[in-house]
């Protein structure tokens, strides 16, 4: 198996998640870099992605996983016909598929146009409560785990999977209280249980 | 000026499927600074524009010259009137450039319910929508091309260059005129009307009667429908962006022939295709091999109005299959499924078989020269339904010439027929029919160009007749809405009265009119009446001694051969195939069926 990092960039990270999935799928064909499939009637690639990112946040630390037997440089030959947007980072073999839509349990972002204010007593608080996306109270104060200011830019880790927080859903939230508006969230980091790549 | 993608985010966002509008495609247009730059701009949504491959041929024609050639989609109402709300100008896809700022914008008309969402795009590029409120300033060429061109005179106040055929080559040479002439001079016009293929609306003017019925053309140009003769070395894209977001057709697509043997009278693709022209085997493996490496796409489908027809099809199956990579899958045409199967791979997960009778009765299907017969159908369904498909789609016309109520529950022994097909044998599944029905349309540049369309109150009575004929188990029915044929029928033969009426229904708020919930049937009746326009006129039979508002265009076929075929509709004598008579359209001499050669 081939496990790889890639970004979601320069209109990339418009795509929806099934469309990226067909489009690392075909970029794949095009650089003739096999890929397995699953058995059954609907027999389907077998191409692994971590969790989907929200519709509008750029990353530059993707990760995925495929079943194949290529021998070159996945990296070279991946680059080579996928989408400006779509670029492999780094690569390995693995034994197994690392399941990265389970291992990453959280990930860094970085957003520019947030007022400053003040972090330590933002992170002292012990609960702050948001309505979500469909209309349901959380408290998201135990997905957040570091705030940080550097220079112009937020830089803030989330937890992700079953203790997601959408990195926009934080930033609306904070525009809110503190004022600004998050322009430019980027992910610069998943952070995983295990290692990058076994 | 380019328009910035990220600052449109916001905008984005809040939008359906946001990847229609940031460009990036892989295999997208690198355009190099050009001397002139073409804008191919398609009046629907993304998804349905990137399946298109006439579209794909055009640019590409331009590109080949030297220019630049970028796309640009009608945008969904969503984001359409967030741009506007902006100060944002419609842009092209690759190169994000304002749609004002290119030298020639070329609309792609295939089908008549679009003409609103060109005068949508237009407006949101910031175009003045008619010809008129743009001379003597700098604005693109305004130019529309395809299947609608053969009768683009409800459009013929809003754009400056109409392209009549094929536009593989005659497209690009206007470009070339164009730089020649320092931009769109008198000059300019007057050149590219002298070309084959070229009509310049404001260089011909129509003469009424006291009546208001077109009496005469005035014009120094005859406009005559280009056509390439040549289809093997016609241009065509090897490589072809992949779109962001799926679309309606998700697959490579060669065109295998041009035209169609057949002259079904109700088919307008029938006759102004003509003549049939065909690509070698080699051409079009060399073709989807090329297509399949450069888009990763995992399924080929092959063209043609009638492809089953194309006499080597057996071989080109067979080179398509020793040459993409395994694993690729092709679409073949229904009637042909049971003869090729075992030989290839189709889709498996397709289990549906799609005919097209078109009318109930064989008295029918010969008054519109439709050639299948109930036994083709049966026995191709039947041996598909052997190798395992188990559902079936039928596709029937409603309102045709001389239709009457038995015609229409003939449908029903259809249905009953493949019914006792499918249960001879034990199977899996349960057989599923749909059947759809959608209403005769009559076109110019065929037979039926003088038909009457039926009424509402007349489609209504027919439909209830289908809706109690066909309540039987395992059978589906749909049928169109009559408000949209009918809308499709009143531009389809419209001619410039209709200027008014189109201008007048967008700005009330019509656009995507083909797309069932956006048409605004309200809007589109107040636009008719404020204009003082009865659509009736235009649905009516028209009478054999007028001149029809397309009359001035030569598709090189005789107006004489229409009407020929439309007494031996009458009479309901059937007109076999070109391919086995030269039936004397008037194409003869550019015809390789005529001469011989199938």
């Avoid at chain 1, 959280?106 to 400053?116: D, H």
Wanted: hydrophobic share 35%; proline share 5%; with cysteine.
């Amino acid at each position: 198996m081939i496990a790889f990092k890639y970004t979601k960039t320069d209109g990339a990270e418009y795509l929806s998640h099934l469309d990226l999935l067909r489009h690392i799928y075909r970029t794949m064909r095009r650089a003739d870099i096999d890929v397995a499939y699953s058995g059954g009637y609907h027999a389907h690639p077998r191409i692994f992605l971590n969790n989907p990112l929200g519709t509008g946040i750029k990353s530059v630390a993707e990760y995925g996983a495929v079943e194949s037997t290529f021998a070159g440089d996945f990296m070279e030959a991946f680059n080579s016909r996928s989408p400006d947007g779509v670029k492999v980072t780094k690569w390995a073999y693995v034994k197994e598929n690392p399941n990265y839509a389970n291992c990453i349990v959280k990930c860094t972002y970085t957003a520019e146009g947030i007022q400053p204010f003040d972090i330590d007593n933002f992170l002292s608080e012990k609960s702050i409560v948001i309505t979500d996306l469909r209309g349901r109270e959380v408290d998201i104060r135990p997905r957040i785990y570091t705030v940080e200011r550097r220079g112009d830019r937020l830089l803030f880790t989330l937890g992700c999977g079953e203790n997601n927080l959408r990195p926009d859903l934080f930033c609306s939230y904070l525009e809110k209280r503190f004022g600004g508006h998050a322009e430019d969230i980027i992910k610069t980091a998943s952070i995983m249980s295990g290692d990058e790549f076994v | 000026m380019t328009v910035n993608i990220d600052e449109l985010k916001d905008i984005l966002l809040k939008v359906e499927k946001p990847s229609r509008y940031t460009g990036g495609e892989y295999g997208e247009v690198k355009c190099p600074p050009s001397p002139f730059y073409f804008c191919m701009a398609f009046p629907d949504l993304y998804e349905v524009g990137m399946s298109n491959l006439g579209i794909k041929i055009v640019a590409e024609s331009f590109i080949k010259r030297g220019y630049a050639a970028d796309y640009c989609f009608a945008p969904y109402t969503d984001f359409g009137d967030a741009i506007k709300a902006a100060g944002v100008p419609l842009y092209s896809l690759a190169l994000k450039k304002p749609l004002a700022e290119f030298d020639m914008i070329g609309f792609s008309l295939q089908f008549e319910l679009c003409y609103t969402n060109l005068l949508y795009m237009l407006d949101l590029a910031g175009i003045p929508l008619r010809r008129a409120d743009r001379a003597g300033k700098k604005y693109p060429v305004i130019a529309v091309g395809g299947p609608c061109a053969v009768n683009p005179e409800p459009l013929a106040d809003f754009v400056d260059i109409v392209f009549i055929g094929d536009g593989e080559s005659v497209d690009a040479d206007v470009a070339g005129i164009y730089l020649e002439c320092g931009g769109a001079t008198e000059e300019f016009y007057r050149r590219a009307a002298e070309l084959e293929g070229v009509y310049v609306p404001a260089l011909m003017e129509v003469k009424y009667d006291k009546e208001g019925h077109i009496c005469g053309f005035e014009s120094n140009f005859k406009p005559r429908r280009a056509i390439v003769c040549d289809l093997d070395n016609a241009i065509f894209p090897s490589s072809q962006p992949v779109p962001n977001c799926e679309s309606v057709f998700d697959r490579s697509i060669i065109e295998v022939m041009r035209g169609c043997y057949r002259g079904c009278r109700f088919c307008q693709a029938g006759f102004i295709y003509r003549p049939v022209r065909q690509r070698s085997v080699e051409t079009l493996t060399r073709q989807a091999c090329s297509l399949i490496a450069s888009t990763g796409y995992d399924e080929v489908s092959l063209n043609s109005l009638s492809t089953g027809d194309y006499p080597h099809l057996r071989e080109l199956l067979r080179s398509l299959k020793g040459s993409l990579p395994e694993g690729v899958t092709l679409a073949l045409p229904s009637l042909r499924v049971d003869s090729f199967d075992s030989e290839f791979a189709q889709d498996a997960r397709k289990i549906s078989l799609t005919f097209a009778p078109e009318a109930g009765s064989q008295r029918l299907r010969d008054v519109i020269n439709k050639d299948i017969t109930e036994e083709e159908i049966l026995s191709a369904a039947e041996s598909a339904f052997d190798i395992g498909y188990s559902a079936v789609k039928l596709y029937f016309m409603l309102g045709l010439p001389t239709e009457n109520d038995d015609d229409l529950k003939a449908i029903r022994r259809i249905c009953d027929l493949i019914k006792s097909a499918y249960g001879r044998k034990k199977r899996a599944k349960s057989l599923r029919i749909s059947v759809s029905v959608s209403t005769f349309i009559p076109k110019p540049f065929t037979p039926f160009q003088w038909e009457a369309q039926c009424t509402g109150e007349e489609v209504e009575r027919k439909q209830n007749i289908l809706k109690q004929t066909l309540y039987i188990k395992g059978v589906t029915l749909s049928w169109s809405d009559y408000f949209t044929s009918r809308l499709e029928a009143v531009f389809a033969r419209g001619d410039r009265k209709l200027a008014p009426v189109l201008e007048r229904a967008y700005r009330l708020g019509c656009r995507f009119d083909g797309w069932t919930k956006e048409l605004k049937k309200d809007l589109w009746e107040q636009a008719f009446e404020e204009c003082g326009v009865d659509p009736g006129i235009y649905t009516r039979e028209r009478g054999t001694d007028e001149i029809l508002p397309w009359d001035f265009i030569d598709i090189g076929i005789d107006k004489k051969f229409f009407a020929r075929e439309r007494q031996r509709a009458y009479s309901g004598v059937v007109t076999g195939s070109c391919k086995n008579a030269c039936s004397g359209c008037g194409l003869q001499k550019k015809c390789p069926a005529a001469r011989g050669e199938i």
